[in-house]
């Protein structure tokens, strides 16, 4: 029988939604749990316990890895760094293209900062600092290829699942010729946690089947964005189209309120965190 304050691991598993299993390997790999032995040798865990694997999910769902998550639990999220810290700690992994380090202080970044903020202050600025680095020549082409790639990989591995639920559903593209998609995957990252559904076809989208899927996913907004006006004065009459039959808003650098007017778009403004914000008010 478990003991007043104290519960067995099944009844754990039950309150945290962690199977018994893997409470086991956290409790054995990353010592995450105290519990006390009955005579009997039965293991029987405190609340302290259920609150140590809550933030440890907590950890794990902002993109943080197991041992990195499982430090910062252990630790009490002691030595906390500011945004800038980390912002320059990423520069200089990414600069030495060294993986190791550029998602260490990733994992660090989304466990002190949580995501949003993660993107605020750290990523989004970032990425404007890198382009506009390689178009002074100041990073070469395969520098910047492997910092967009690393951090591309990184937003999509925290969009995992992003299509599950039972929420209004966005999708989100990117127009023809537009290949810069990490601000738009960063904004469906924000409205997910809104607890929109993302549809996510990517860069260099035709509209046509844009406009196809999402007629047949009765989408509640498709959302393009691109860096430059020229992706979208390409296709002007095109999304005029889109929005006689969907509602449809306009993103990134490139998103004018000329644009805007053209075609009857939607104009979002600000950063993607913002623009995800706004889209779920308005909703």
């Given at each position: 029988m478990s003991t007043p304050g104290r519960v067995r691991i099944g009844e754990l598993s039950r309150r945290t939604g962690v199977s018994v299993d893997l409470l086991r390997v956290w409790?054995?790999?990353?010592?995450?749990?105290?519990?006390?032995?009955?005579?009997g040798g039965q293991r029987l865990?405190?609340?302290?316990?259920e609150q140590r694997?809550?933030?440890?999910?907590?950890?794990?769902?902002?993109?943080?890895?197991?041992?990195?998550?499982?430090?910062?639990?252990?630790?009490?999220?002691?030595?906390?760094a500011t945004s800038d810290?980390?912002?320059?700690?990423?520069?200089?992994?990414?600069?030495?293209?060294?993986?190791?380090?550029a998602h260490a202080?990733?994992?660090?970044?989304?466990?002190?900062?949580?995501?949003?903020?993660?993107?605020?202050?750290?990523?989004?600025?970032?990425?404007?600092?890198?382009?506009?680095?390689?178009?002074?020549?100041?990073?070469?082409?395969?520098?910047?290829?492997?910092a967009s790639r690393l951090l591309h990989g990184r937003l999509l591995a925290l969009a995992r699942g992003w299509d599950s639920g039972s929420g209004p559903r966005a999708l989100l593209a990117c127009p023809p010729g537009e290949a810069h998609d990490l601000p738009?995957?960063?904004?469906?990252?924000?409205?997910?946690?809104?607890g929109w559904r993302i549809t996510y076809l990517g860069a260099s989208t035709?509209?046509?089947?844009?406009?196809?899927?999402?007629?047949?996913?009765?989408?509640?907004?498709?959302?393009?964005?691109a860096t430059t006006p020229v992706r979208f004065a390409d296709v002007i009459e095109e999304l005029r189209?889109?929005?006689?039959?969907?509602?449809?808003?306009?993103?990134?650098?490139?998103?004018?309120?000329?644009?805007?007017?053209?075609?009857?778009a939607r104009l979002l403004e600000g950063d993607p965190v913002a623009a995800a914000y706004e889209i779920a008010r308005a909703a």
């Open positions: 409790e054995r790999r990353y010592g995450l749990l105290a519990p006390e032995r009955t005579g865990y405190s609340t302290a316990d694997i809550r933030a440890m999910r907590a950890h794990l769902d902002g993109g943080v890895s197991p041992a990195e998550a499982a430090r910062l639990v252990t630790s009490g999220g002691s030595n906390g810290e980390l912002a320059r700690a990423l520069v200089r992994a990414l600069d030495d293209v060294d993986e190791v380090g202080v990733l994992d660090r970044m989304l466990a002190e900062l949580g995501l949003e903020r993660a993107l605020t202050d750290v990523l989004l600025p970032y990425l404007r600092e890198l382009g506009n680095r390689w178009a002074c020549g100041h990073v070469t082409v395969a520098e910047e290829h492997f738009l995957i960063s904004f469906g990252v924000a409205l997910r946690r809104r035709p509209i046509g089947a844009l406009v196809e899927m999402a007629r047949e996913l009765e989408v509640r907004i498709v959302v393009l964005a189209a889109v929005t006689d039959a969907l509602p449809l808003a306009i993103a990134g650098e490139g998103a004018t309120e000329r644009i805007a007017a053209e075609t009857g």
